[in-house]
């Protein structure tokens, strides 16, 4: 039986994601058809960034611990723009941890934070080469709608 806590926060948090944060990029740079070069070069300095410039409210950490082990295992970070666009920036999760429902509840969570804050619409950002999380996200209620071309 797992013995896991989920803590929430904002920025302050954002040291804990990083190594966390560091597997999801090389995942996605090992998944990566076109952009290979992109995920190698990028940093969590670089991307953590992006994440700073959100005002404390408008960024929410959701932080998977394992208590016996005392690791983190998994994380989600939600966001909400000017335009009231709420939108689940960064998930992972350990692969030994998947299929005990954490990520769902880190999506729930996020969502329920994203509609507490009355945001106007969610999105997803999925990276090429990692569709086989799309079901997932299906599962909770998101879709498809615009595929975003970028040249190489």
Request: glycine share 6%.
């Amino acid at each position: 039986m797992l013995n896991i806590e989920i803590i929430s926060g904002s920025k302050e948090l954002l040291e804990y994601v990083s190594p966390l944060w560091d597997k999801l990029n090389n995942h996605h740079k090992n998944k990566s058809i076109n952009f290979k070069e992109k995920y190698e070069k990028l940093s969590f300095k670089e991307r953590s960034n992006g994440f700073l410039i959100y005002k404390k409210d408008n960024i929410n950490i959701n932080l998977v611990k394992d208590k016996d082990k005392k690791i983190y295992v998994g994380y989600c970070v939600s966001t909400i723009n000017s335009g009231l666009v709420g939108e689940v920036s960064s998930l992972y999760i350990e692969p030994e941890y998947r299929k005990y429902g954490i990520g769902d509840e880190l999506i729930k969570r996020a969502i329920k934070w994203l509609d507490d804050n009355k945001v106007n619409k969610k999105i997803i950002g999925v990276a090429v080469g990692n569709e086989d999380v799309l079901k997932f996200y299906e599962r909770l209620g998101f879709r498809s709608r615009t595929i975003i071309l970028e040249q190489c």
